[in-house]
């Protein structure tokens, strides 16, 4: 081997994607997607919910100071955190599901990089053109034109950027107050960092990065190979079809030449920059342009649609020997697909149990072990426990407390005379209680006894429990 | 791909491993500028900020940034805020805290920082005391339990020669080793554990009877329930301790024992005496390392609300 060759460079300077514009029933999923997921971001923390007047009425609200995530009808404290984790699970399973049924069409139609980039490239062809033009304002020198031109996409990118960042400090606090609070500039300071940071984030993924997000810094790509075999339903082009390609000629068909006219189309409208005809690429976010380019060129020049189009790998051998593909049924349905979706279902039915048999009250009992135990002047026993109440309701309401019956214990609230605790709205109640044991009692001379707090709602049925330890005096 | 570099001749750094050369290319132009900017920034912030080391101290700095400082500022922003409860507490009727919720809950968490730095070395970190120190969590109070009693022991201490006109008479166990004999003490023990509950021998108990008679009812009381403050009288403030609670000699008849209830404890302290001094924490006696009247105040009904405070 020669030492005089000189190596491929590994750094490749990016080279510009100008996506023309493209009209098709996919280009027309993806409008009708952009809008349904912009409109829930932008607007889903403007719906109020009526929670009584000492809870924010907020629909979704991530209250981060008061530990309190909520949800229209749900309220989730810290303690119940399993449900955010059980719903990321169950967003990771889905998207092992829908990336191995349909390869990534998360990332062609969902995925916020995608959605914004189009949002983007739509502001950025309204003021600068389509293709060819912003081609020639790309090659052109700076001039007042161009100055202008550039600084009027900027402006309308800094803006969507602005709603962006906007829009996500809305669910942390009540919005119509801070929004109020921003145009006054009396807001925390935090509120105008977080605007500021994902105003940037969002112009410069937007706007600058674009697909190389997708290509470089998503890890997705790189782990979807796994999600995908044979039957997977993703974009290809039908090379038996298309090949030999070659401009059209005026003759009739000669037999020879394929349907593919080199006319460029999919690759112009590919939003990231690639030639869908080489096959697969890690690159393909399969979101369906090429073949809304290619089939509109099919119509024009009298040839059946889908030369590009989704389809499964195993279906090729099939369609080169002239078959029918299999069904999209078929392919969709296999045992990784169902695996999934009984693995999403299960998750999902746990969580929906879990919300419906979770109650509203709920006791924590910490023993105070410093000391393990107080004798009294008469003898008696006495354990100290912290006693935590949580009232998940709107308003205050009055707890009671008590024991199991046969735990034969006395049991004391300090600062009340009985043992009824109010507790606020939506907090937790800290109390210290005095359990004791009669000098003569078994319980006083054992070393451990087990016995139940239980914590009952006085204005309804609401039970709660908490298992603790007695400990005795043994010598 | 770029092949922009492919033209030009780079040299290697002229080591070869098995036909392997590197390339001597220059470090990236991005990577030394930012290598500089650090040299630059590392300058400035040695002038700004305290940094080279002298022999007593550290330059201060141009920012004159000081952490110190700033903990100092943190601290009076705190003690600012804290101000007016602390003025409150000051001049409280203590027994008023336990009604008033907030100075409740401010007064019994200060209580709780001042008694974990000041009175837990004696008592312990949960206030359960030790022999010899009084446990505080049960009801058992040689020198009374309500809030404005233990107040006032906190501030004059027990038995300490500072304050010796309040509460220094009281309670001093005295040593029974020349005034009694060894057959006397056995039999005195044996009467109190008896009278306590306990296992003893019914003989020797009956004659410790008359020795108990004879020697320890002008403290502890003929029923041995300690009724010493029925046959004292203290000038005021001293009233504090209402008629029929004890004020020093303990109760020899319950289940609570500061020095130890078996025989051999009980033996101790007839034949040695006890007298445990408790520091005055008040700034009468203490001077400046003492404890202001709010602390006092605060730390007294932290203590009342153990679980023991009458």
């Given at each position: 081997m020669s030492t005089q060759q000189k190596p491929d460079q590994l750094y490749a300077s990016r080279e510009p994607v100008f996506p023309r514009r493209v009209k098709g029933k996919f280009r027309n999923l993806k409008w009708v997607i952009m809008i349904v997921t912009l409109g829930i971001y932008y607007l889903a923390p403007w719906i109020r919910w009526d929670r009584g007047p000492e809870l924010p009425g907020q629909a979704i609200l991530v209250d981060l100071a008061n530990r309190r995530f909520f949800f229209f009808w749900i309220e989730i404290w810290p303690h119940e955190f399993y449900f955010i984790a059980g719903l990321l699970i169950m967003a990771g399973l889905g998207l092992f599901l829908f990336t191995s049924a349909m390869g990534r069409v998360w990332c062609g139609y969902t995925c916020p990089q995608t959605v914004w980039t189009d949002l983007f490239i739509l502001v950025e062809r309204w003021i600068e053109g389509d293709r060819n033009a912003r081609v020639r304002l790309w090659n052109a020198k700076w001039d007042l034109r161009k100055l202008r031109l550039r600084l009027t996409k900027w402006a309308a990118w800094a803006l969507i950027g602005l709603a962006t960042g906007g829009a996500w400090v809305f669910y942390f606090t009540d919005a119509p107050t801070l929004l109020v609070n921003l145009v006054h500039g009396t807001a925390h300071p935090i509120a105008y960092t977080t605007v500021f940071v994902l105003t940037a984030t969002t112009f410069f993924f937007g706007g600058i990065a674009r697909e190389q997000v997708c290509i470089y810094a998503c890890p997705w790509p790189r782990i979807q190979a796994a999600m995908m075999d044979e039957d997977t339903i993703t974009i290809g082009y039908r090379s038996w079809r298309g090949e030999p390609r070659g401009k059209m000629k005026k003759q009739a068909d000669d037999g020879v030449q394929g349907d593919c006219i080199d006319c460029m189309a999919c690759v112009n409208v590919c939003p990231m920059g690639i030639d869908i005809r080489n096959g697969q690429q890690m690159e393909c976010i399969t979101c369906g342009l090429c073949i809304d380019a290619c089939d509109d060129v099919m119509a024009k020049i009298g040839k059946p649609r889908g030369l590009i189009d989704y389809l499964a790998l195993k279906d090729e051998a099939l369609e080169r020997e002239g078959k029918p593909p299999a069904s999209v049924i078929k392919h969709i349905l296999r045992p990784r697909t169902i695996l999934y979706t009984a693995l999403w279902t299960l998750v999902g039915m746990g969580l929906v149990f879990a919300l419906f048999i979770r109650p509203d009250i709920d006791i924590g009992v910490t023993p105070v072990r410093n000391p393990t135990f107080v004798v009294k002047s008469d003898g008696t026993i006495r354990n100290v426990y912290d006693i935590r109440l949580r009232n998940k309701h709107g308003e205050a309401r009055p707890f009671g407390l008590a024991l199991n019956q046969d735990a034969g214990f006395a049991l004391d609230v300090e600062g009340t005379d009985g043992t009824v605790v109010m507790v606020p709205a939506d907090e937790m109640a800290i109390i210290r209680v005095y359990v004791d044991a009669a000098p003569d009692s078994e319980a006083a001379h054992e070393e451990r006894t087990e016995f139940t707090f239980w914590v009952t709602d006085l204005t309804g049925t609401e039970r709660a429990f908490a298992e603790t330890i007695f400990n005795g005096r043994t010598n | 791909m770029s092949t922009r570099n492919d033209k030009q001749d780079v040299e290697t750094t002229g080591h070869s491993w098995d036909g392997i050369e590197e390339f001597n290319n220059p470090l990236p132009r991005w990577w030394v500028w930012i290598f500089y900017a650090t040299i630059v920034w590392g300058i400035w912030y040695t002038i700004a900020y305290p940094a080279w080391p002298g022999l007593k101290e550290a330059t201060a700095g141009y920012l004159g940034f000081s952490t110190r400082e700033r903990v100092a500022n943190e601290i009076a922003t705190v003690d600012a805020a804290n101000a007016e409860m602390v003025a409150a507490l000051e001049s409280v009727d203590l027994t008023t805290i336990?009604?008033?919720a907030d100075m409740n809950s401010f007064a019994t968490k200060m209580g709780a920082a001042v008694f974990k730095s000041n009175c837990s070395q004696c008592h312990g970190s949960g206030a359960a005391g030790a022999v010899?120190?009084?446990?505080?969590?049960?009801?058992?109070?040689?020198?009374?339990?309500?809030?404005?009693?233990?107040?006032?022991?906190?501030?004059?201490?027990?038995?300490?020669?500072?304050?010796?006109?309040?509460?220094?008479?009281?309670g001093v166990m005295p040593a029974f080793a020349d005034s009694l004999s060894h057959e006397d003490i056995d039999s005195v023990v044996n009467y109190v554990l008896q009278i306590s509950g306990q296992e003893a021998d019914a003989a020797l108990a009956t004659a410790g009877e008359t020795v108990f008679l004879d020697n320890c009812v002008a403290c502890h009381g003929e029923d041995a329930k300690g009724s010493l403050a029925t046959t004292r009288s203290f000038e005021d403030p001293a009233d504090l301790i209402a008629d029929g609670e004890m004020l020093g000699a303990p109760n020899l008849t319950d289940a609570i024992w500061l020095y130890g209830g078996s025989a051999d404890a009980l033996t101790a302290t007839i034949t040695n005496g006890r007298g445990n001094v408790m520091p005055a924490w008040s700034e009468e006696f203490r001077g400046t390392s003492g404890l202001t009247q709010a602390e006092i105040n605060a730390v007294a009904a932290y203590v009342h609300q153990l679980g023991g405070g009458q």
């Open positions: - | 336990a009604d008033n010899g120190y009084p446990n505080l969590l049960d009801d058992d109070w040689l020198w009374g339990g309500r809030i404005e009693e233990i107040a006032f022991t906190v501030t004059h201490g027990i038995r300490n020669e500072q304050s010796m006109s309040t509460r220094g008479y009281g």
